[in-house]
């Protein structure tokens, strides 16, 4: 009977295992191959070279830069993104008349593609017809180079990408804030606790596994970044915007080094790996399960 049932089991489970092994297990298994060989124009194994091009990306500058450009984007992304996503929940979680609507609103740049986003702020970004610069022209200040200019490119699109993100982590807080029980709330206005000190010391700490889980996630996009900077700036102006997703791309599809593109896909799954597993194993210990 057992038996019988396991075997139903992995009936069950088995279009979702096709699915993973086509999409998943194969490229990474074909990745690592890939790796430690060089290639030529059209993929095919020209010579083995075993470790020789993860040697060669220690040695290489353009690594090293990718890699610095993406931790700052990291950093002006997760928490910016948090922050705004826990200040439009917190602002939103009553139920005053017209509160949906706002709801709504702030929900809506989960809809848009990364293209369709990329565009929009490519033209809100124009440095002549975009908004931004005809707003700093009202107030007296100069136009700026937002997507051309080395010193703002990446802080452009790090504005850009928080926006982007801004629908799903204001979803995803929202809900955890709705998930707190309302005596929660009532206990604590009976106690004369104002709205500040209930958050801070009674809401936040209950919302930590939410936090939690879309630090995990929004650190993982950030590594994982590329449609947004394919259009808007193609990793310039100097490699002020080459993120490592974008130098993978460069790498084996510009300039059809697919060994070495593979190597730095798997060493940007063991930076991922490495730092979800840090961040399980330091920032969970924070975290508050009722």
Same mark, same amino acid.
């Given at each position: 009977?057992?038996?019988?049932?396991?075997?139903?089991?992995?009936?069950?489970?088995?279009?979702?295992?096709?699915?993973? =092994?086509?999409?998943?297990?194969?490229?990474?298994?074909?990745?690592?191959?890939?790796?430690? +060989?060089?290639?030529?124009? /059209? =993929?095919?194994?020209?010579? $083995?070279?075993?470790?020789?091009?993860?040697?060669?990306?220690?040695?290489?500058?353009?690594?090293?830069?990718? *890699?610095?450009?993406?931790?700052?984007?990291?950093?002006?992304?997760?928490?910016?993104? %948090?922050?705004? =996503?826990?200040? *439009?929940?917190?602002?939103?979680?009553? /139920?005053?008349?017209?509160? /949906?609507?706002?709801?709504?609103?702030?929900?809506?740049?989960?809809?848009?593609?990364?293209?369709?986003?990329? %565009?929009?702020?490519?033209?809100?970004?124009? #440095?002549?017809?975009?908004?931004?610069? &005809?707003?700093?022209?009202?107030?007296?200040? #100069?136009?700026?180079?937002?997507?051309?200019?080395?010193?703002?490119?990446?802080?452009?699109?790090?504005?850009?990408?928080?926006?982007? +993100?801004?629908?799903?982590?204001?979803?995803?807080?929202?809900?955890?804030?709705?998930?707190? #029980?309302?005596?929660?709330?009532?206990?604590? /206005?009976?106690?004369?606790?104002?709205?500040?000190?209930?958050?801070?010391?009674?809401?936040?700490?209950?919302?930590? #596994?939410?936090?939690? $889980?879309?630090?995990?996630?929004?650190?993982?996009?950030?590594?994982?970044?590329? =449609?947004?900077? +394919?259009?808007?700036?193609?990793?310039?102006?100097?490699?002020?915007?080459?993120?490592?997703? &974008?130098?993978?791309?460069?790498?084996?599809?510009?300039?059809?080094?697919?060994?070495?593109?593979?190597?730095?896909?798997?060493?940007?799954?063991?930076?991922?790996?490495?730092?979800?597993?840090?961040?399980?194993?330091?920032?969970?210990?924070?975290? +508050? &399960?009722?």
């Amino acid at each position: 009977m057992k038996r019988k049932e396991n075997v139903i089991g992995y009936l069950f489970l088995a279009p979702s295992l096709l699915l993973f =092994g086509i999409f998943l297990f194969y490229p990474l298994v074909q990745s690592l191959y890939l790796s430690l +060989h060089l290639t030529d124009p /059209r =993929g095919r194994i020209a010579a $083995f070279v075993g470790l020789e091009n993860f040697v060669n990306l220690l040695t290489s500058q353009v690594f090293w830069n990718s *890699l610095r450009v993406t931790g700052l984007f990291t950093l002006l992304t997760v928490p910016a993104g %948090i922050v705004l =996503g826990l200040v *439009l929940a917190a602002l939103t979680h009553t /139920r005053l008349r017209y509160m /949906r609507v706002f709801q709504f609103i702030f929900s809506l740049p989960l809809a848009l593609s990364v293209s369709t986003t990329a %565009i929009i702020w490519m033209m809100l970004y124009h #440095p002549t017809l975009g908004m931004f610069n &005809y707003l700093l022209s009202i107030v007296g200040l #100069p136009a700026v180079q937002w997507l051309t200019d080395p010193s703002m490119a990446l802080f452009s699109i790090a504005i850009m990408t928080v926006w982007m +993100h801004s629908g799903f982590n204001y979803i995803v807080l929202l809900s955890g804030l709705q998930g707190i #029980p309302e005596e929660i709330y009532d206990s604590a /206005r009976i106690d004369g606790s104002g709205p500040v000190r209930t958050f801070v010391q009674i809401i936040f700490p209950l919302l930590t #596994p939410t936090v939690f $889980f879309l630090v995990i996630v929004s650190i993982i996009q950030a590594f994982q970044a590329f =449609g947004q900077i +394919h259009i808007l700036t193609k990793g310039g102006p100097a490699g002020s915007t080459d993120v490592f997703v &974008y130098s993978i791309y460069k790498e084996a599809f510009v300039n059809y080094q697919f060994g070495t593109g593979s190597a730095m896909a798997l060493v940007l799954f063991a930076i991922i790996l490495i730092l979800t597993v840090i961040q399980f194993t330091v920032l969970e210990r924070k975290v +508050h &399960y009722q």
